[in-house]
């Protein structure tokens, strides 16, 4: 199959991708903007070469306008990253901003390839193993100030599933840019970038190879099936994990206008298993890089099955309940963001787009029990676009891995075991560490223990010298994967790396070599290490088995903030610019995708009776860390300086991409609690759209969709700004402003160079119209409203905002009879819940009083 990506007309190309009846209108439109406007006109003079062809139209109904991706073109083929975003609302043009380049000269090239070999591009690549080379049509990339033709090709690694974006020469074949469409998030106890010792840590981990699944794109509205009835056994949003909360049954939790069918079937067929039109959620423990085990609910669609969470429990047991739990998490993630605009205009993850727009075909391939590695999760967006005027999509794939337990030296993480001599069989076990590439769930394997020449294998060892043996290296010098390598091709079954000058393990991560690595290896300390090496030297023969036990390991698959987190890398690559290779690292330092996945997982995991005086970790699951703990990032995220005191200069020396999405992350959070202080708070975003919460998600869904490719702080900010100006014609702008600017990133900051670093200036000004308005805000805020969330209520209420005054607080509630039912006074701190079980339905009067100030709010109680 021919694979060249094909420019249909623009006209004709909006409407076949996107299937909208007003797409002639929007072309027409921008077509006569560009030519009138001249932002297409030349220096040089090539006008006539020059045009622009539309990506994808996305109709917004929260800002009341269609957004309008469109990209620069030379002798009708795209220029690499000339990108530009076309508002329109009311048939008029109201905003447009462009990458455009207004000096095209291109060189002429001495030769085109047609296509490289996998040969030359593993060779350019470094891989060993290409399984993809999908090529779209040629570019033009800009290098030194001339414009060269080059192929935009994606490569699939075969060894682990990353997928890399590349612009390549068309004629030498130079790799021009290069980034990685897969992004691994680790959640590791060990594997710490900010850790420092005499070894090289290598902090990204081995994930498993992606699979281009092509299904058949269905985009039919016709005889929709009606939903059958499920239940699910899960841990319900917003419980975040197995430590903030119990499991539940929820029946049909499915939401029609997102999932018309419900989460079983995806327009041609019904499944009884986890799969349907927005996810298939399946076990990959032995790492075929295919579809593995799916639980089954029956006729029925009953998926309850047992779960444990103790130092005992094997997670090989509790493989069915980790696989519903992703399963539903996955689709509640479709169903809520479908309802904030991730929808199949703007390239969601559907199988079937029921006539809605979008290509379809790409549902999240969700891969619980993965035997690629431990302690992570990563995502892969794939991508959607055209290629000979036919759709083609790569469907976007979630890993997740089992986290390995919290051990003590009293209670080690038993990996290895000493057969001989008999001496040492029954000698105390040293703590271990795991390694993220290698045969993970794979056989034990039994061997001498044999020392490596050198000892810390970094250069090969002599070929043959470690056959059949369990090679034994230190952990200086070079990274885990290639000693591993290393011994394995000198004829090693399994490797013991011990640390030479610290008696704590850590998990090995893969580097360059490790996805070649098919045989166990283990990290072990000093102590254990040096005692392994003293027998061997003495002329001791030592047997031993490397024998994994994974009983109290968790499954990350339970863990719904880390999923949240994983499906927010897809909604945020989704949304911007083109969709896909906009969020990378290689094209801004600034790159904040791991920010908007933390927010987007802070914010679907608040609980009634939060407030901004809660501060909140990010991954203390897996960190073995009770709920209040701080969890993967550097601080917890609060609005209080005295808890979090990042700001927009921390991005200067902060670890790319996660230390600085947390800096962005940390900037959203604060921007929340002003919404929810001037609009009320409701801990389910889709309770009510007027809520702060879910304006606060809103305007936040919103700047992805207005911001450019590869964003700095400062474009994101700006995004959100203008999406307030669309949307809510600028009435929250002083406050958005205020935002910000208190983490530095006012009016005068600077993001300076996107490819560097440690240039950006912080600045904590606002605009000086807005210098008025806040200060009359501040005098409002003595007089701050109460307010009672959740409203409706099911079984309890809070009423906030008593915290303003220091003054004691009487609430009453009366029923519409003027019965009084409920009476409390308390401290003006307390943030106790008011229970509202045992009442019968309907409208309630609550009367709050603090000092001498009075209010009164309608309850409805259902």
Not at 589 to 617: K, N, V
Not at 626 to 642: E, H, L, Q, W
Request: charged fraction near 20%; glycine fraction near 8%.
């Amino acid at each position: 199959m021919n694979k060249k990506l094909f420019l249909l007309p623009v006209s004709v190309a909006v409407f076949f991708a996107f299937g909208r009846l007003n797409a002639q209108n929007s072309t027409k439109l921008i077509q006569d903007y560009y030519q009138k406007s001249g932002k297409l006109t030349q220096k040089n003079g090539a006008n006539d070469k020059v045009g622009v062809i539309i990506l994808n139209e996305d109709p917004s109904k929260t800002l009341g306008a269609n957004i309008v991706n469109v990209q620069q073109t030379y002798n009708g083929l795209r220029l690499y990253n000339a990108l530009g975003k076309v508002i329109i609302k009311g048939e008029q043009i109201v905003s447009e901003k462009n990458d455009f380049s207004r000096n095209v000269v291109v060189a002429t090239p001495s030769k085109k390839e047609q296509k490289f070999s996998d040969d030359f591009l593993k060779q350019k690549l470094g891989l060993t193993k290409i399984t993809h080379a999908d090529y779209s049509s040629d570019v033009y990339f800009e290098k030194n100030g001339v414009f060269v033709l080059s192929k935009e090709i994606f490569v699939s690694d075969g060894n682990s599933s990353d997928v890399w974006h590349i612009i390549a020469d068309a004629g030498s074949g130079e790799i021009l840019s290069k980034d990685n469409m897969t992004l691994s998030c680790q959640f590791d106890h060990n594997l710490d970038s900010d850790e420092k010792s005499e070894e090289i840590q290598e902090s990204q981990n081995r994930v498993d190879q992606p699979i281009y699944f092509k299904e058949t794109i269905q985009n039919t509205t016709n005889n929709l099936l009606v939903p059958s009835n499920a239940s699910y056994n899960i841990f319900p949003l917003p419980v975040e994990a197995p430590t903030f909360g119990s499991r539940t049954v929820i029946n049909n939790p499915w939401d029609l206008a997102a999932s018309p069918e419900g989460w079983h079937s995806d327009g041609t067929n019904s499944y009884t298993i986890t799969r349907g039109n927005n996810v298939y959620a399946y076990s990959d423990q032995d790492n075929t890089n295919l579809p593995g085990y799916s639980p089954d609910g029956g006729i029925t669609r009953n998926f309850n099955f047992p779960f444990a969470d103790d130092r005992y429990a094997d997670p090989f047991t509790y493989r069915d309940a980790a696989v519903t739990n992703l399963f539903y998490m996955n689709n509640k993630m479709h169903d809520v963001f479908y309802k904030f605009g991730f929808t199949e205009s703007s390239r969601n993850f559907q199988t079937n787009n029921f006539a809605n727009g979008g290509l379809g075909g790409d549902a999240v391939r969700a891969e619980a029990f993965d035997g690629s590695g431990l302690n992570n999760a990563n995502f892969s967006s794939g991508y959607e676009r055209i290629v000979s005027g036919q759709p083609q999509v790569l469907a976007p794939r979630m890993q997740m891995y089992l986290y390995d337990r919290t051990q003590t030296a009293d209670d080690p993480i038993v990996r290895y075991q000493y057969n001989s001599p008999a001496t040492i069989v029954n000698r105390p076990k040293a703590s271990t560490g795991g390694a993220s590439f290698g045969p993970i769930f794979g056989p034990a394997v039994t061997g001498d223990l044999a020392v490596s020449v050198p000892a810390d294998a970094c250069t090969a060892p002599a070929a043959g010298s470690l056959t059949n043996k369990i090679a034994i290296v230190t952990s200086t010098s070079c990274e885990y994967g290639l000693k591993v390598l290393n011994a394995q091709n000198a004829g090693a079954v399994g490797v013991i790396v011990y640390r030479p000058s610290s008696d704590t393990p850590v998990s090995m991560g893969a580097g360059n070599s490790g996805a070649q690595v098919t045989i166990p290896s283990i990290n072990i300390g000093k102590t254990e290490g040096e005692f392994m090496v003293a027998q061997l030297n003495g002329g001791t023969t030592v047997n031993a088995t490397l024998n994994f036990d994974y009983s109290g390991f968790k499954h990350s698959s339970f863990d719904n903030g880390i999923i949240a987190h994983e499906y927010g890398h897809g909604i945020s690559n989704r949304l911007t610019g083109q969709g896909y290779s906009c969020l990378s690292a290689t094209n801004t330092t600034e790159q904040m995708g791991e920010g908007w996945s933390d927010y987007f997982a802070l914010m679907l995991t608040t609980r009634p009776g939060d407030t901004s005086a809660l501060a909140r970790g990010v991954g203390t699951y897996p960190k073995g860390q009770p709920v209040t703990g701080v969890g993967i990032r550097p601080a917890k995220y609060s609005p209080d300086f005295n808890e979090n005191n990042y700001t927009y200069v921390n991005t200067n020396t902060a670890v790319i991409p996660h230390g600085v999405g947390f800096i962005w992350a940390t900037m959203l959070w604060d921007l929340t609690w002003k919404y929810i202080e001037k609009y009320g708070y409701n801990s389910d975003v889709l309770a009510s759209p007027t809520s702060g919460n879910a304006k606060a998600l809103q305007i936040v869904m919103n700047g992805l969709k207005l911001q450019a490719c590869s964003p700095t702080f400062i474009d994101g900010r700006d995004a959100i700004l203008q999406a307030d100006a669309v949307g809510n014609a600028g009435a929250d702008k002083c406050m958005i402003w205020a935002a910000f600017a208190k983490r530095g990133l006012g009016v005068n900051a600077s993001a300076g160079v996107k490819t560097v670093a440690n240039d950006q200036v912080e600045d904590f000004t606002v605009p000086q119209e807005c210098n008025t308005t806040l200060a009359t805000q501040d005098i409002k805020n003595a007089d701050t409203k109460f307010i009672v969330f959740p409203n409706p209520t099911y079984d309890e209420f809070f009423v906030g905002n008593i915290d303003k005054s220091s003054r004691e607080v009487k609430i009453r509630m009366f029923d519409m009879s003027g019965k009084l039912v409920f009476t409390d006074s308390r401290e003006s701190a307390s943030k106790k819940a008011i229970s509202t079980r045992g009442f019968q339905k309907g409208v309630y009067m609550v009367h709050i009083q603090q000092g001498d100030k009075t209010q009164v709010e309608k309850l409805i109680v259902r």
